[in-house]
């Protein structure tokens, strides 16, 4: 990565405003009308959704008998792709999405005792239904980032990332741009969403019942049609990891 690279295409300054208000979702909630009436948008705004709350509303949440041992397991094996790695009852995967993780996402939290929420079955088809109720709703044009917790290699601690997305820039190449000192960029390719998750994570804190969050100031040339399955997620042919 380049160092000291001139972000001057980014913003004077941004706001992250929390949507509050939302209440329980459920099965079939209109989750991007609900958004829409709990928030006042504009134009160019990023809504971040967490992952949780939209798999509630796809209806993805399903039974699991907490007694046995071995069900968990079960359940995290049939949402992976591949098992990476394998330490008592930690399990990192690859999912069906193609994202590494731990646990194929499966999430026992903030849901009811005896079910698990599983990830959207498309968090990029998932963005962009929540943009087109937005718009239908209010009739403002928007970007839409799912966002949920993962771990990373190497580091401590969580952070949150971009699952899904619609009408932002998924990625930011600044390839052939020149850098503070006229230094011609070769290899900086900014995932902006990931940005904008871990950011509005800011204002939605894990127990504090806010599941968006809106970030206002980006930049109009930042809102595009993209996907973090095309443009975030690496081909393995291009992972030095694998």
């Not at 952070?159 to 011609?184: E, H, K, Q």
């Amino acid at each position: 990565m380049d160092r000291d690279v001139a972000r001057t295409d980014s913003p004077s300054h941004i706001s992250i405003l929390p949507v509050t208000g939302i209440g329980e979702i459920i099965a079939e909630s209109d989750l991007g009308g609900i958004i829409a009436e709990h928030s006042q948008l504009q134009d160019d705004d990023v809504v971040v959704v967490t992952q949780k709350v939209v798999s509630k509303a796809e209806g993805r949440v399903v039974p699991l008998d907490t007694s046995d041992p071995d069900a968990k397991k079960r359940l995290i094996e049939s949402e992976a792709r591949r098992i990476l790695r394998r330490r008592g009852d930690l399990l990192i995967t690859e999912t069906h999405h193609g994202f590494i993780c731990a646990s194929s996402g499966v999430d026992l939290s903030n849901v009811e005792e005896g079910y698990a929420v599983l990830l959207p079955v498309d968090p990029d088809r998932s963005a962009r239904r929540i943009r087109d109720r937005i718009r239908a709703a209010c009739g403002a044009s928007v970007g839409v980032v799912i966002s949920d917790t993962f771990g990373r290699p190497w580091r401590n601690g969580l952070t949150d990332i971009a699952i899904g997305c619609a009408g932002i820039s998924a990625i930011v190449d600044l390839r052939g741009t020149p850098d503070a000192n006229g230094r011609v960029l070769v290899a900086t390719e900014v995932c902006l969403v990931d940005e904008l998750a871990s950011a509005a994570e800011l204002v939605m804190s894990k127990s504090s019942g806010i599941p968006a969050a809106i970030v206002r100031g980006l930049m109009s040339e930042k809102f595009r049609d993209s996907s973090i399955k095309d443009e975030v997620i690496r081909h393995p042919q291009a992972d030095l990891f694998r």
